[in-house]
C-alpha cells in the first residue's frame, strides 16, 4: 500500500526537535520514507502517529493521579491504569506487594513468545507526595508540565505506545517481553534484597533490558545512556571529651568533635577526587549535643562557644561509575576516618538502600549501537553517548551487572524532582517510534 510510506513521513517530518539537527555522517534528518523499514515497522510508525493524542489523554490521567512513593493506594492506581492498558495488548500483568517493606508494590507484566527476552523497566511512583502544592497536568502548546509528568509517567507512557504499536503491526504476536514498573523508585523501600528482588530477577532472565526514564538531550541533540553512576547514602558520625574550651588542643581535652568531623570532610575533599567519583555532605551539625533523626534529614545541635563539642554529625552520599570504584572510594574513606585526632572517635556507615552503577560495557554499547541502526532507518540522527556524570541513579542499576542495558529511552523533558517538572509532548512520538521498532527487533533476532 502507498498510504505507509506517506504516514511514515508525515510522522517523521512532525519529529520538530530532528528537523535541523545534524546526524554523525552529517546528513540532515530529510522527513523521507525511510527505505530500511520492513512494511510492519512502517505500520508502527503510523500507529503512533495516530495514537500521539490518545497518550497524551493518557499520560494526563496518569499524571493527575498523586502517586508519590508514600501514598501507596495513589500509586497502585496509577499501576491499575498501566494493568488496563497492557492486558488489552494481551500481557499477562501481576502486583507484587511490597508491604513488607513499606511501599505499595511493584506491577510486572509478561508477554510471552519464543524470541529473546526484553526487558522494559520503568517506575510508578514520583517525588511529589500527597501534600505538594504540585498537583496538576497543564498543557501549553506542544510542552506539559505535571508531578511525575517524564519522571517517570512520560516513560511509561512510551513503553505503552510502542508496546500498542507492536500489536499493531502484528510483531508483538512472537515477542519475548518483560515489563517492571516498581512502586518506590524515588524512596526506596527496605530491606533493600527484597525490594528489588523481582526486578533483580527479571534481569538475570534477560537478554536485553531497556530503562525509560527521561531521554538525555544537549544543545537539541538526543544521548544514549550506556552508563549511570551509583547512589549510596552514608553517615558519618563523630565524638570527643568536652569541657571548658580554655582547654582545646591539651592533652586531656583534646581537639573535640567538631574539628574531628572537620578533619574527615576536608580530608574527603582533598583526596579522593577523580573522574566520575562524587561525595556530596548534605547536612551537618555539631554540639553538645547534637542528634540526627530517624529518618537522617534532619540535625539538631545546642552548644556554647565556651564549650568543646561533645559530638558532630554529617550524613551526605557518594556516587561512582563502577563497582569498583566504589568500592576503592570507600576504602579511602575508611581510612580517612581512621587518623583521629587527639582525644576523637569517629565511625563512618554507609546505607544499605544505595543504587548500584550501571557501568558502560561494551554490551550497553553494542545496545546503543542496534538503536543508531534504528535511527538511521527511520532518518533520526544517531545519538552519541551521554556522559555518565550528567545522569542520576536509576533501576537499570539494579539488572546492569546481569544483562545488556541501555537507559534514558523516556520522554525529553526538564525540571525533573522539582515544581514546574515539563516534558516536550512531542518526543513522545519518536521515543514510542525508536522503542517499537528496537524492542521488536531484539526480541525477533535469531
Known amino acids: 500500500m502507498r498510504l505507509i510510506p506517506l504516514v511514515l513521513a508525515a510522522a517523521i517530518s512532525a519529529l520538530p526537535a530532528m528537523a535541523s539537527a545534524q546526524s554523525a555522517s552529517g546528513q540532515s534528518a530529510s522527513g523521507q520514507p525511510a527505505s530500511g523499514l520492513t512494511a510492519a515497522e512502517q505500520a508502527m510508525t503510523a ?13 494526563e490521567r496518569m499524571t493527575n493521579q498523586n502517586s508519590g512513593t508514600l501514598n501507596l493506594e495513589g500509586v497502585r492506581a496509577v499501576g491499575e491504569m498501566v494493568r488496563t492498558e497492557l492486558e488489552a495488548v494481551g500481557f499477562e500483568v501481576r502486583w507484587v506487594d511490597m508491604s513488607e517493606t513499606g511501599r505499595a508494590g511493584h506491577l510486572i507484566a509478561t508477554h510471552a513468545g519464543p524470541g529473546r527476552n526484553v526487558l522494559l523497566i520503568g517506575h510508578l511512583d514520583t517525588v511529589f507526595e500527597i501534600d505538594s502544592p504540585f498537583q496538576t497536568f497543564v498543557r501549553d502548546g506542544d510542552r506539559a508540565t505535571g508531578p511525575g509528568v517524564g519522571d517517570d509517567k512520560g516513560g511509561v507512557v512510551v513503553i505503552i505506545s510502542a508496546l500498542r504499536a507492536m500489536q499493531a503491526a502484528g510483531t508483538l504476536k512472537d515477542a519475548n517481553v518483560t515489563v517492571v514498573l516498581t512502586g518506590d523508585e524515588e524512596r526506596t523501600g527496605a530491606p533493600l534484597p527484597v525490594a ?36 549510596t547514602n552514608w553517615t558519618l558520625r563523630a565524638t570527643g571529651r568536652t569541657g571548658h574550651s580554655s582547654g582545646v588542643f591539651n592533652d586531656s581535652l583534646g581537639f573535640g568533635a567538631i574539628y574531628e568531623l572537620a578533619r574527615i570532610l576536608d580530608a574527603f575533599r582533598r583526596e579522593l577526587r577523580e573522574p566520575n567519583l562524587t561525595y556530596n555532605v548534605g547536612v551537618m551539625a555539631g554540639g553538645t549535643p547534637s542528634t540526627l533523626d530517624a529518618d537522617g534529614f534532619r540535625v539538631t545541635a545546642s ?3 565556651n564549650v568543646v563539642a561533645e559530638t558532630a554529625v554529617a550524613r551526605g552520599d557518594l556516587r561512582a561509575l563502577t563497582p569498583e570504584q566504589e568500592t576503592r572510594a570507600r576504602e579511602r574513606m575508611q581510612a580517612i576516618v581512621a587518623g583521629h585526632l587527639p582525644r576523637t572517635e569517629a565511625e563512618l556507615t554507609f546505607g544499605e538502600t544505595g543504587y548500584p552503577p550501571m557501568a558502560p560495557t561494551d554490551a550497553n ?67 514510542a517510534l525508536r522503542a517499537a521498532v528496537l524492542i521488536s527487533r531484539l526480541s525477533l533476532q535469531p
Not at 500507529?47 to 499520560?59: F, K
Not at 532507518?377 to 551487572?401: C, H, N, Q
Open 196 to 231: 528489588r528482588r523481582d526486578l533483580i530477577a527479571a534481569g538475570r532472565a534477560a537478554d536485553f533490558a531497556l530503562e525509560f526514564e527521561g531521554l538525555a538531550m544537549e544543545g537539541g541533540r538526543d544521548f544514549g545512556t550506556v552508563a549511570r553512576r551509583s547512589s
Open 303 to 305: 552548644g556554647k562557644t
Open 47 to 59: 500507529t503512533v502517529t495516530a495514537e500521539h493524542d490518545r497518550h497524551i489523554a493518557l499520560l
Open 365 to 431: 554499547r553494542d545496545l546503543l549501537a542496534r538503536l543508531n541502526v534504528v535511527n538511521r532507518d527511520l532518518g533520526l540522527p544517531e545519538m552519541p553517548e551521554y556522559d555518565p556524570a550528567k545522569r542520576g541513579a536509576a533501576d537499570s542499576g539494579f539488572v546492569a551487572a546481569d544483562v545488556a542495558t541501555l537507559g534514558g529511552l523516556g520522554m525529553a523533558g526538564e525540571g525533573a524532582h522539582a515544581e514546574g517538572e515539563s516534558v516536550d509532548l512531542n518526543s513522545l512520538t519518536r521515543q
